[in-house]
């Protein structure tokens, strides 16, 4: 077979070297976060395939046994299995982060288009309300929701949400203003479109693109603030496993069961963790991709 031309190598070798960059992996930490998140994923939806204990069983027979073969971290103080409870907690874990996350995510949205495209009024009034609460930091803002609305699983999504909306609320409103004053938006109003359009089309898509990025470094926030109240009492009732609630069981006993606070704690750490860094990777994909 003949050789193919010079030119034909030449024109094919620069398509070659974009496809070789565009499949370009991400770094080793982002990876390895990445791996973490699919496991706590697998556990939160599908506990079953993880561990066939029951979180509540108890066994005070074997209470307070160290991990070992049988149980692989250990038991608690009624003799339940920790390694069952952490599985299984990792659903409502990632339930109350969620759902708080979605909650902050939708009323800040609401809040910063308000602002921005409100007129001078709106804006001033409703920024200064963010600025109120803003003051306050975001677990005493959800400890005054509860103490309005009671405990609960639900109270606590609603509380955690409600303390993130100012934050969320300030980004969209500096967002939809530089989208409001760029030159297609302006051309667009040149042109004619209506209002309703206008938002809709342009100034609502390209305002909300850097908040779903940020949420996902916002969902550590919420689930640590989630967890902070859940060891308050303040989520999930007993016996259902929540590692905020675990961590709250197990400091009686850290001198002398040091595995009940220990895996609890690592669990929420090692997901905010996995949650950041992969947060601030899209994040940093966003930005270089932004004109």
Same mark, same amino acid.
């Given at each position: 077979?003949?050789?193919?031309?010079?030119?034909?190598?030449?024109?094919?070798?620069?398509?070659?070297?974009?496809?070789?960059?565009?499949?370009?992996?991400?770094?080793?930490?982002?990876?390895?976060?990445?791996?973490?998140?699919?496991?706590?994923?697998?556990?939160?939806?599908?506990?079953?395939?993880?561990?066939?204990?029951?979180?509540?069983?108890?066994?005070?027979?074997?209470?307070?046994?160290?991990?070992?073969?049988?149980?692989?971290?250990?038991?608690?103080?009624?003799?339940?299995?920790?390694?069952?409870?952490?599985?299984?907690?990792?659903?409502?874990?990632?339930?109350?982060?969620?759902?708080?996350?979605?909650?902050?995510?939708?009323?800040?949205?609401?809040?910063?288009?308000?602002?921005?495209?409100?007129?001078?009024?709106?804006?001033?009034?409703?920024?200064?309300?963010?600025?109120?609460?803003?003051?306050?930091?975001?677990?005493?803002?959800?400890?005054?929701?509860?103490?309005?609305?009671?405990?609960?699983?639900?109270?606590?999504?609603?509380?955690?949400?409600?303390?993130?909306?100012?934050?969320?609320?300030?980004?969209?409103?500096?967002?939809?203003?530089?989208?409001?004053?760029?030159?297609?938006?302006?051309?667009?109003?040149?042109?004619?479109?209506?209002?309703?359009?206008?938002?809709?089309?342009?100034?609502?898509?390209?305002?909300?693109?850097?908040?779903?990025?940020?949420?996902?470094?916002?969902?550590?926030?919420?689930?640590?603030?989630? #967890?902070?109240?859940?060891?308050?009492?303040?989520?999930?009732?007993?016996?259902?496993?929540?590692?905020?609630?675990?961590? #709250?069981?197990?400091?009686?006993?850290?001198?002398?069961?040091?595995?009940?606070?220990?895996?609890?704690?690592?669990?929420?750490?090692?997901?905010?963790?996995?949650?950041?860094?992969?947060?601030?990777?899209?994040?940093?994909?966003?930005?270089?991709?932004?004109?």
């Amino acid at each position: 077979m003949a050789p193919a031309p010079p030119s034909t190598a030449r024109a094919a070798s620069p398509r070659a070297a974009s496809a070789r960059r565009t499949v370009r992996l991400p770094p080793p930490a982002v990876l390895a976060a990445g791996a973490v998140l699919l496991l706590i994923l697998l556990a939160g939806l599908l506990p079953g395939l993880l561990t066939g204990v029951s979180p509540t069983a108890t066994d005070p027979v074997n209470a307070l046994q160290p991990p070992g073969a049988a149980h692989p971290l250990g038991t608690d103080q009624l003799g339940r299995d920790v390694f069952a409870r952490l599985v299984h907690g990792a659903g409502p874990a990632l339930a109350l982060g969620f759902g708080s996350t979605v909650l902050a995510v939708v009323g800040g949205a609401a809040l910063g288009l308000a602002a921005a495209l409100g007129g001078p009024v709106a804006d001033r009034l409703l920024m200064r309300a963010a600025d109120v609460l803003l003051a306050l930091p975001a677990t005493l803002l959800a400890l005054l929701v509860i103490a309005v609305l009671g405990t609960g699983t639900g109270n606590l999504v609603l509380a955690i949400g409600i303390a993130l909306v100012p934050g969320y609320g300030r980004l969209v409103r500096s967002e939809a203003l530089l989208v409001r004053r760029s030159g297609y938006v302006e051309a667009a109003v040149t042109l004619g479109v209506p209002r309703r359009s206008l938002i809709l089309r342009h100034v609502l898509p390209n305002s909300l693109a850097p908040l779903l990025t940020l949420a996902t470094v916002g969902f550590g926030t919420a689930l640590i603030a989630a #967890s902070g109240l859940s060891f308050l009492g303040l989520g999930p009732r007993p016996p259902s496993p929540e590692w905020g609630a675990m961590l #709250s069981e197990g400091r009686g006993f850290l001198a002398t069961a040091w595995w009940l606070g220990v895996f609890p704690g690592a669990a929420v750490t090692l997901t905010v963790a996995a949650v950041t860094v992969v947060g601030r990777h899209l994040q940093q994909r966003f930005t270089r991709r932004s004109p």
